[in-house]
């Protein structure tokens, strides 16, 4: 399958350990199987993508969970090792738990061979097969266009690739920071003294008017440039952001990263997202359980969930404005319906006071009526610190 997408959170355990319930034995039911606790089987989930990234490397171990549990346990206290081409090593430590960080930055090399091998508290021992490093395969360009679609308006974000490079698998990531402009920011705020509320101007240096947010995708993009279309630059939308969503009000950057794995690794993500599609995990479609690169060693029956992924990694960010797509248009709404509105300054009826709002920072200071009433509005709407921070990234351009 190529140019594929899932909505996937990045912690996979959380769906795969879902499998653990179902069973092999659902492959043929004809209803809808229903999970009860005595189904449980405790399984190792890994979590490992190592790059060409000269960083420190994370593996994150963790153990299926009950199904009326919903969160995972972490796996404490484990031994960590990656194998360089058998004979040089690198010593993970963890650093929360159930989270291995290396305790040197590497990154992975082109033709090296590496091998996860894990052993945890109570003894049990695992080893993942030996993966090659993969070349690097830089992206060709990115581009944010209109959409085509006439049913899917707004705006695409496309990986230019040459389907003639050596890696024929690829996984995206990205991170897309955005500014957000409160639309009701006054410059003022309101502040008891006394018993008396009075307008005062933000204290010097408070910036609340224009934030930004980073946002990491939650979901697994998948693409085969051989089986895509022919032609050798071709693109490929690794993100859609309807017109009407305000993240693109204003000024919206997109970093993109584009992984570079092995066939084994696309079909292993391939086959999670056909055993979790759907909203109904407990179908009669699920395939049940599935094998990784990782194994027991010390019983060879045991099931391990999980894949050890080596990956090279390229990336490219890009800026665009709304205007420099839809120029002398109306943006899209604000996250918050802004409406400016006069709290009672006793609670009355369950209303609460213009006492409680503030006190409990859910509102902002607007306006005041001639008459001397304080007129407030969501504080998301005049400060923009309650969805984003003020500091302006390094990165940011404008």
């Known amino acids: 399958m190529s140019g594929v997408k899932f909505n996937i959170s990045p912690l996979t355990a959380l769906r795969i350990s879902l499998l653990i319930l179902i069973g092999v034995s659902t492959a043929g039911c004809i209803e809808s199987f229903v999970p009860e606790t005595d189904t449980f089987e405790d399984v190792l989930v890994i979590e490992a993508t190592l790059t060409d990234e000269l960083k420190p490397q994370e593996i994150i171990l963790s153990r299926a969970f009950r199904f009326e549990e919903f969160v995972p346990e972490p796996e404490r206290n484990a031994t960590v090792v990656v194998m360089e081409n058998s004979s040089s090593q690198y010593i993970f430590e963890e650093t929360l738990p159930g989270t291995y960080h290396s305790t040197t930055n590497f990154a992975i090399l082109p ?14 021992q695992y080893e993942s097969s030996s993966v090659v490093g993969p070349e690097p395969a830089p992206i060709q360009g990115l581009t944010a266009a209109i959409s085509e679609d006439p049913e899917a308006e707004g705006m695409e974000i496309l990986v230019e690739y040459d389907n003639t490079q050596a890696s024929s698998y690829f996984r995206y990531k990205y991170e897309e920071t955005y500014k957000i402009i409160a639309p009701d920011w006054s410059g003022q705020r309101l502040e008891y003294q006394g018993p008396q509320l009075v307008v005062m101007p933000l204290p010097v240096g408070r910036e609340e008017r224009t934030c ?3 946002v990491l995708s939650d979901e697994i993009i998948l693409n085969s440039p051989r089986s895509s279309n022919s032609g050798n630059i ?12 305000f993240i693109i009000s204003h000024r919206y950057s997109i970093l993109v990263k584009q992984l570079a794995i092995s066939e084994e690794s696309y079909s292993y993500l391939e086959t999670l997202e056909s055993s979790t599609a759907g909203d109904d995990l407990l179908s ?25 992924h080596v990956a090279s990694v390229t990336s490219e960010r890009i800026f665009f404005n709304y205007e420099d797509f839809y120029p002398n248009e109306e943006l899209p709404p604000y996250v918050e319906n802004c409406l400016p509105f006069i709290p009672p300054l006793e609670s009355v009826g369950g209303e609460l006071s213009i006492h409680q709002l503030l006190g409990n920072n859910t509102v902002k200071y607007h306006s005041t009526t001639v008459f001397g009433e304080f007129v407030v509005v969501a504080r998301a709407c005049a400060d923009c610190t309650a969805l984003g921070d003020p500091n302006v990234p390094d990165f940011w351009e404008e």
Request: net charge negative; proline share 6%; charged share 15%.
């Open 284 to 308: 009669p479609s699920q395939p049940g359980f599935f094998n990784g690169n990782v194994s027991s060693t010390t019983n060879t029956d045991e099931k391990v969930l999980g894949f050890f």
């Open 111 to 124: 033709g090296n061979t590496y091998q996860l091998m894990v052993s945890t508290s109570d003894g049990r």
């Open 234 to 245: 071709l693109g490929f939308p690794v993100r859609f952001i309807e017109r009407d969503n």
């Open 212 to 214: 930004f947010s980073t």
